[in-house]
């Protein structure tokens, strides 16, 4: 090959060139995460040293395509070279928070509004209460006047629905502002309030039929929630999660980084040990917890006496440990179950100490979520009271 016009580009140019190569699957460029580890100019001829998540990474070759074609436009470069390499663990755990700091920052808009708050409720296991959390502290937010969204991002297991009492299934129709249809929740007022209810169980022909979904069509689903739905104005958004660290609890870090947690956990040690793992996936996907909730409380009988079925101290030790408060405990009450199965949540009889502990949490929520209302003229500062207040406390 004859020799090109002189002029090597730098070090600093070769760089700042290979931030237009992305990553496929990290979704951000090789160089800002930290995977160009060494450019080396001499001769005509780039080296450039990659590393590389898994030597046996299947996208190598697209992005070997990628380095050559930005590089190769340069006047004075003759050839490419790629020296392929492997990350350490700890490498490959820095390059991964990168990546989902980037998606954070980077996340495409939703059809929730901005001005909503958002609360998904997480746990580490099954078996906990999630749903019934869920829906309890939905319907004490709309008893306080609020309209609050529901969205059951537990896929598999749905139970939204007839917990809610809110059987019938979703439509679509034409919304000013769309350009196509979009799912209409199913709506049921409380007192002065409203909820907003999606659910899988809303699409299937009845709560008995499995849905037999893997990974990316769990992300698909609750994407499609997020985006083709018709929220409106809500002052809430309920998330009841499926158990666990997966698909759906990534996906929805990606595409809605705003989100609290609310993690529940029974006073058992080993339920507790188990939801450490909700708040460390939280930490990874920058994602604030805004607090514990024991459910599962103590029984207590008709004589007064409290009988701990389940163990005792887990929820506090589960505050504690990952630095934020314990909201509250909620009692074993055989109402709280006889609600659920009937559709008519505890909560809102507001009847027993399981009610008063979902209304003090929800009284709570409200009074630490920022009222917009009076910031309408004072976008930016609205954005920064939200800012402040779901990164405030724990640093994650």
Not at 197 to 218: F, K, N, P, Q, Y
Not at 224 to 232: E, I, K, R, S, T
Not at 246 to 266: E, F, H, K, Y
Request: glycine share 10%; charged share 25%; with cysteine.
């Amino acid at each position: 090959m004859s020799q090109r016009t002189p002029g090597a580009p730098t070090v600093e140019e070769v760089r700042n060139l290979l931030r237009a190569v992305i990553d496929p699957e990290l979704g951000s460029n090789i160089e800002d995460l930290g995977m160009v580890d060494t450019v080396t100019i001499a001769d005509g001829i780039i080296t450039i040293g990659v590393k590389l998540t898994i030597r046996g990474c299947p996208l190598r070759s697209q992005i070997q395509k990628d380095i050559k074609s930005r590089l190769e436009v340069h006047p004075w470069v003759q050839k490419v070279k790629i020296d392929w390499g492997e990350m350490t663990a700890d490498e490959r755990s820095e390059v991964m928070t990168k990546a989902r700091w980037n998606a954070r920052e980077n996340a495409a808009p939703t059809a929730v509004p901005e001005r909503t708050r958002v609360l998904a409720v997480a746990s580490g296991k099954g078996g906990v209460g999630k749903s019934s959390v869920t829906v309890n502290l939905a319907a004490a937010l709309a008893a306080r006047g609020k309209t609050v969204g529901v969205l059951d991002a537990d896929i598999w297991g749905f139970s939204v629905p007839r917990m809610l009492n809110m059987p019938d299934r979703l439509e679509a129709q034409m919304v000013e502002g769309r350009d196509k249809p979009a799912i209409i929740p199913n709506e049921r007022h409380i007192g002065d309030g409203l909820l907003k209810v999606v659910s899988t169980g809303m699409l299937v022909e009845d709560e008995g039929t499995a849905l037999m979904w893997r990974g990316l069509m769990l992300t698909k689903a609750v994407e499609q929630f997020l985006n083709d739905v018709h929220w409106g104005d809500i002052d809430f958004l309920m998330i009841d999660m499926p158990p666990g660290t997966g698909d759906v609890q990534m996906g929805l870090a990606r595409m809605l980084p705003r989100t609290d947690l609310l993690i529940v956990t029974t006073p058992a040690v080993s339920a507790q040990k188990v939801a450490i793992r909700a708040a460390d996936m939280a930490r990874r996907s920058f994602l604030r917890v805004a607090g514990v909730i024991e459910n599962m409380s103590a029984f207590t009988c008709e004589h007064g006496e409290e009988y701990p079925l389940f163990g005792t101290g887990g929820g506090q030790a589960l505050a504690d440990e990952i630095g934020v408060e314990l909201l509250g405990q909620v009692p074993i009450e055989p109402t709280v179950a006889a609600g659920g199965d009937a559709g008519e949540p505890v909560s809102i009889t507001g009847l027993g100490a399981a009610a008063a502990v979902f209304t003090a949490i929800a009284d709570r929520i409200i009074a630490e979520t920022p009222a917009f209302d009076d910031m309408a003229d004072c976008s930016a500062r609205g954005a920064d009271v939200s800012v402040n207040v779901r990164r405030g406390g724990t640093q994650q």
